[in-house]
């Protein structure tokens, strides 16, 4: 009598959208997971950068008659090449939970933001090319412990991605938790039982689990313990920068007159610096009249001159990139410069690595805070942590890492596949028998 066979394994896919980057993994078979890469003219990439551009095609009214949409590094190019005429948008995940966001106008046209996420993700599909050209019907999405925001609505956030994710064609959307996805990629590496603390550092949240992995019968199983998650990391860092650095020179903290009185420029002005997507906003906003007017009765007009062309010109991203060659450059260097050169506006400044530590003295306390919850709510004190895996880009920032040196010491602590490893371990979750364990459906907890 001959036994059956067991069930072919059909394809899985991963998909960690991110606030700075978005990664795809694959798998076939029980074989491995294998990132999606993008040809560019820079060689391939897997890291496709959370990024949207608009551009408008102009007609003979002189008026828009067309919307050539890109995402990731052809989103960059697009804005970098006609910047006056494109309308780019980055880090948009971060009101992903926001009901404060309905919707934004770009070149006369509303945009929901399942809106924004559908048009990223088919581009991000096409610039798959062949390897995502038949995509599964299940996919496992990454979702942060804690949505960004200061009154995140988690419920209405994986709606918005729902809607987004269904016009790709996928018909069983999960979600699991974006350092669940990481412990899954790091427990291919354990040779014994073990109890792992993930720290996922994002641009908009840093997220923490706590997983007992065990081998039976050959096979490694694992008991999730433990989550919690704050909603800074990154870009709060990339504030703080901002804040400190460049919006004193753009007028932050100065004074206009106002008849006979000396007031003090709007700081709302300045909260637009948290997030990249917010300098767009504010350009279109009636903000941007005032701001002009400002100008004209400013006691120190040069610099609300910077900030018009800053905003007017869309040096948002040149921003960005001085910022994180900043942040890069402290966290292998104890003092490095700051030099944010775009258009007419030049600012450079030496930034000592102690002067950054207390800018993000906030979030660090922020961050801290989240790791000893996980801690509380698993039982375990540190000396029941065997392994500590840090991932996400903010991860090289000493100051982050520190906070577990001293929890934890060197001796636990393994980083590795800063960029991959969420993205792959969802689409190894894909396999698992009981998916309900590890991931959910919008509105249905697992």
Do not use: C
């Amino acid at each position: 009598m001959t036994s059956a066979s067991p069930p072919a394994i059909g394809p899985t896919i991963g998909i960690d959208f991110g606030t700075t980057n978005t990664v795809v993994s694959m798998t076939q078979g029980d074989g491995p997971a294998t990132l999606v890469r993008f040809p560019t003219t820079d060689g391939d990439i897997f890291a496709f950068r959370s990024a949207l551009s608009f551009h408008a095609v102009m007609g003979t009214d002189g008026r828009p008659n067309e919307r050539v949409v890109e995402a990731g590094p052809w989103a960059i190019e697009a804005y970098v090449e006609d910047p006056l005429e494109t309308r780019f948008i980055q880090s948009f995940k971060t009101f992903a939970a926001s009901a404060a966001f309905t919707e934004t106008k770009i070149l006369s046209k509303r945009y929901l933001f399942e809106d924004l996420l559908a048009a990223f993700l088919l581009k991000l599909k096409e610039h798959g090319g062949a390897a995502m050209a038949a995509l599964p019907a299940r996919v496992i999405v990454g979702r942060p412990v804690t949505f960004a925001g200061g009154n995140p609505n988690e419920a209405l956030a994986l709606q918005r991605y729902e809607a987004a994710f269904a016009r790709l064609g996928f018909t069983d959307i999960r979600y699991a938790y974006e350092p669940v996805g990481a412990a899954f990629f790091f427990a291919r590496q354990l040779t014994q039982d073990a109890t792992v603390l993930v720290a996922d550092f994002g641009g908009g949240t840093s997220d923490f689990s706590i997983v007992r992995f065990e081998r039976s019968g050959g096979a490694l199983r694992s008991t999730a313990l433990a989550r919690s998650g704050v909603g800074v990391a990154g870009d709060a860092f990339d504030y703080r920068i901002i804040d400190h650095l460049v919006s004193p020179e753009l007028g932050k903290g100065s004074l206009y007159r106002a008849f006979d009185n000396r007031l003090p420029i709007p700081q709302r002005y300045y909260t637009a610096f948290a997030r990249w997507d917010q300098l767009a906003l504010l350009r279109a906003s009636k903000d941007m009249r005032d701001i002009r007017a400002l100008e004209r009765t400013a006691m120190e007009p040069e610099k609300i001159a910077r900030l018009i062309e800053v905003l007017d010109d869309n040096h948002g991203y040149a921003l960005y990139r001085a910022v994180s060659a900043l942040k890069e450059a402290l966290s292998s260097h104890d003092e490095a410069t700051f030099r944010f050169e775009a258009g007419s506006v030049l600012i450079e400044k030496a930034v000592k690595r102690s002067d950054f530590e207390g800018w993000i003295a906030p979030e660090l306390k922020a961050i801290e805070g989240a790791v000893d919850q996980a801690l509380a709510r698993s039982g375990l004190g540190p000396d029941g942590v065997d392994r500590v895996f840090l991932t996400g880009g903010s991860s090289f920032v000493p100051a982050v890492r520190d906070i577990f040196l001293r929890r934890f010491g060197e001796a636990k602590i393994e980083s590795g596949g800063e960029f991959e490893s969420i993205a792959s371990g969802l689409a190894l979750i894909g396999r698992e028998s009981d998916l309900d364990l590890w991931s959910e459906r919008a509105g249905v907890k697992p």
